[in-house]
């Protein structure tokens, strides 16, 4: 007979949201270790993935990974709607030390980076959320929707020769200048159209970057805290990264210098610190652009999100500043529009200009002709312009909304920080309120929070909640600030931690 696992054993199951191996594999491998070391008894069932995901709080989609991967190596069996057992013919050398094997794998560090594969670095399978407050989410007004149909309808009524065959590896020549002409007016960035260089967005940029970064080493610095899709790519093309602390003016340039004086490139973020919203301040621009003169060091600039501000002056881009070419500008349509587009654009100093191109070209040759003709045209009829101005209103509204409701109903447990620019906010707890068990929690009801002290590497972290609202209507605001409220709620009254453990998702 079947036996049904008790929830028991899975609160031994340690999850490590710092780690560099992704939930997935850290449930795969707690699993299998329990399995070995029979904790988990051949036959026993296995909870559902929803239920799994529900109780460790990690992703369902996480879940489901792990169980794919015990499936496909025999350690489970499942018949279609009838569960999952551990495999009940499993032979008993494979039983191992159940110490050596309990712990989740190492932290990725960059000497260990070569034994790692490639899959260990991120977790694919987790798909963008749609729930409030989730990053990186874009609106889309009618006006745009309609214009974006109309181009795409006519584009494809004019298809000539050049849209079939192989072209410029920088990208068309109009969306180059469309942009060109943008950035020249928009961020007062000093380029001419051949030196911008048309990517798949920014992590395709960032990519690109590492593999042409010189090879006198492979040291570079990262904003701490700081963007991890950045963090991971590095790490996963083996760079040596030195985490940088990030204070009120941006990345501690001095900091850098201690550590790692002779780093090649540092990766920055210095119109909207990812996540903190910290504007770099001239003084630290002028340190970084003095220091990567005199190192012959590449200075990497996200410039993400800059089109929406909403307030205050705004500074002109890091590489408008650069009179010595040591800037790579990386800025992305993905944001400005929408994500699913997967269009962006370096300018690229023309040292580095001829190498960027090849490696962009050995990787995928050349972005889609269509959608570039698309986004050109948008550009040059003046709707990008026109979209950015609309958004920019109904982002600013969305802010308002979340501020005004995280202030009334959670004025007590969080301080929040009203940004001029981006599409998140960063929300600090009070009273030893933790990021990590309002996250956990919050996805029961229905709300998605991003914990800063995660996004720490070195630095000591600090608790507060990033939360996106750009993506998130006005509507949607005020109901999933009540959820959020009665989650919180429920983490400072010690007596129903353990009611809402188990709680079932509302949402
Ligand atoms: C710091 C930062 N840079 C860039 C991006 C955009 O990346 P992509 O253009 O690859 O979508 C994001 C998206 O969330 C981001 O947070």
Redesign the pocket.
């Known amino acids: 007979m079947k036996s049904r696992q008790s929830w028991a054993d899975l609160y031994a199951f340690e999850i490590v949201r710092t780690s560099d191996t992704p939930l997935f594999r850290q449930l795969y491998l707690q699993f299998r270790s329990a399995i070995l070391s029979r904790r988990l008894r051949p036959g026993t069932k296995l909870p559902s993935t929803r239920e799994l995901a529900t109780q460790l709080g990690v992703s369902r989609s996480a879940a489901v990974a792990a169980y794919e991967q015990l499936l496909a190596e025999g350690y489970t069996s499942g018949q279609h709607g009838s569960g999952t057992y551990i495999s009940p013919d499993l032979p008993e050398p494979i039983v191992g030390n159940p110490q050596r094997r309990m712990k989740p794998a190492a932290a990725i560090t960059p000497s260990a980076v070569q034994m790692q594969p490639f899959s260990d670095f991120v977790d694919v399978t987790v798909q963008s959320d749609e729930r409030p407050f989730n990053?990186?989410r874009t609106l889309i007004d009618d006006r745009t929707l309609e214009l974006w149909r109309k181009l795409s309808a006519r584009t494809f009524r004019s298809l000539a020769p050049n849209h079939f065959g192989y072209s410029d590896p920088r990208g068309s020549i109009e969306l180059r200048k469309a942009i060109c002409d943008y950035l020249q007016a928009a961020r007062a960035v000093n380029c001419d159209p051949d030196q911008i260089v048309v990517?798949?967005?920014?992590?395709?940029?960032?990519d690109i970057v590492i593999r042409i970064l010189p090879n006198r080493n492979r040291e570079v610095w990262v904003e701490d805290p700081?963007?991890p899709?950045?963090r991971q790519a590095l790490l996963a093309a083996g760079a040596t990264v030195h985490p940088i602390p990030v204070d009120a003016q941006g990345i501690d340039v001095g900091s850098g210098i201690k550590s790692a004086p002779n780093a090649c490139a540092v990766f920055v973020?210095p119109s909207h610190q990812?996540?903190t919203g910290v504007v770099l301040s001239m003084a630290r621009r002028l340190e970084l652009l003095a220091w990567a003169r005199k190192k012959n060091a590449w200075i990497v600039e996200?410039d993400?999100?800059s089109e929406f501000r909403y307030g205050g002056r705004p500074l002109a881009s890091l590489q408008g500043l650069d009179e010595g070419e040591r800037v790579l500008y990386?800025g992305?349509?993905?944001?400005a529009l929408f994500?699913g587009l997967?269009i962006?654009y370096a300018v690229i100093p023309h040292a580095l200009l001829r190498s960027f191109v090849a490696a962009r070209y050995l990787m995928d040759r050349q972005p889609s002709t269509l959608s570039q003709a698309v986004v050109a045209a948008f550009m040059e009829e003046g709707h990008f312009a026109a979209h950015i101005r609309r958004m920019r209103l109904l982002y600013r509204d969305q802010r308002d909304e979340l501020v005004a409701a995280l202030e009334s109903q959670l004025g007590t447990d969080l301080m929040v920080n009203a940004p001029d620019q981006g599409?998140h906010l960063v929300a600090f707890t009070r009273r030893g309120l933790s990021d990590v068990a309002i996250e956990r929690a919050g996805r029961q009801h229905g709300v998605v929070v991003r914990p800063m002290s995660r996004l720490y590497l070195a630095a000591s972290p600090r608790s507060a909640l990033v939360l996106g609202f750009s993506g998130h209507s006005r509507q949607t605001i005020v109901p999933a600030v009540e959820r959020l409220a009665r989650t919180v709620e429920m983490q400072s009254r010690p007596s129903a931690r353990g009611r809402q453990r188990i709680a079932t998702p509302k949402c």
């Open positions: 990053l990186g990517t798949a967005g920014t992590q395709q940029a960032i700081g963007y899709l950045t973020t990812f996540p996200d993400y999100a990386v992305t349509l993905n944001k994500p997967r962006g599409m």
